[in-house]
């Protein structure tokens, strides 16, 4: 069975801080790899993809992937008391299946 | 831009009773489609998938159905709600054909069977 494991927290930072969220899975022939933010009581919002090894910045985000190790990871970067979420890593394991981790929650105390 | 509505917001239903859900996209075409369950505290479980009109594939056998009447448009149905039907239903769109499947999702149908 394919899977996309998460520590599930709750992880918490300072503001200013990095968050550091982590995500492995287990089908090796995945080739997409997504993080979602998910507020209490919300529905999910793409935060980032990433489709090759090594880094991704986009703002304060940013993504690494190591396919060998199978093994992803979301870096927030100043961490705000607005990023505290929970944070899904979602996996595409081939066509339409996007299986998705139970999720990281986050906590940033002011 | 690409919008994704789902109604109702929430919903309160007794055991046994019917259920529909809505889902519909807007500023795209023929988008794959999908519906997901999140379980309090749980991760997405993938319901349904749609590639194009009266094209359902299902993921877990249950008593939910689905159909795509529309392109843009995606129904979550059931003749007989259970308790353990309960939770967060989430549709979500992707553009179709090959590519990455980047999922967008709605803003989610809270169901509580009572």
């Known amino acids: 069975q394919k899977e996309v494991e998460q520590n599930s927290g709750p992880l918490s930072v300072p503001e200013g801080a990095i968050a550091s969220l982590n995500c492995t899975y287990s089908d090796r022939g995945s080739q997409s790899f997504f993080w979602y933010r998910q507020y209490s009581g919300k529905s999910p919002e793409l935060i980032m993809s990433?489709?090759?090894?090594g880094d991704k910045e986009d703002g304060r985000f940013t993504a690494q992937l190591n396919k060998a190790s199978q093994y992803v990871s979301l870096l927030i970067r100043d961490s705000q008391p607005s990023d505290s979420a929970t944070y899904l890593c979602?996996?595409?394991?081939?066509?339409?299946?996007?299986?998705f981790g139970a999720g990281t929650r986050l906590f940033v105390k002011a | 831009s690409q919008t994704i509505h789902q109604w109702p917001a929430t919903l309160v239903q007794p055991v046994g009773s019917p259920l529909s859900l809505e889902c519909t996209v807007e500023g795209t075409s023929n988008p794959n489609l999908y519906w997901y369950r999140q379980a309090a505290g749980r991760g997405l479980q993938l319901l349904f998938y749609?590639?194009?009109?009266?094209?359902i594939s299902s993921e877990v056998p249950q008593n939910l159905s689905a159909s795509r009447p529309q392109d843009r448009q995606f129904i979550l149905s059931s003749k007989k709600l259970l308790l353990s039907d309960s939770g967060f239903y989430l549709c979500?769109?992707?553009?179709?054909?090959?590519?990455?499947?980047?999922?967008?999702f709605g803003p989610g149908t809270r169901l509580t069977v009572l």
């Open positions: 749609s590639v194009g009109i009266g094209q």
């Open positions: 990433i489709y090759s090894n």
């Open positions: 979602a996996v595409n394991t081939g066509g339409f299946k996007t299986i």
């Open positions: 979500a769109w992707s553009v179709g054909g090959a590519g990455p499947d980047t999922q967008y």
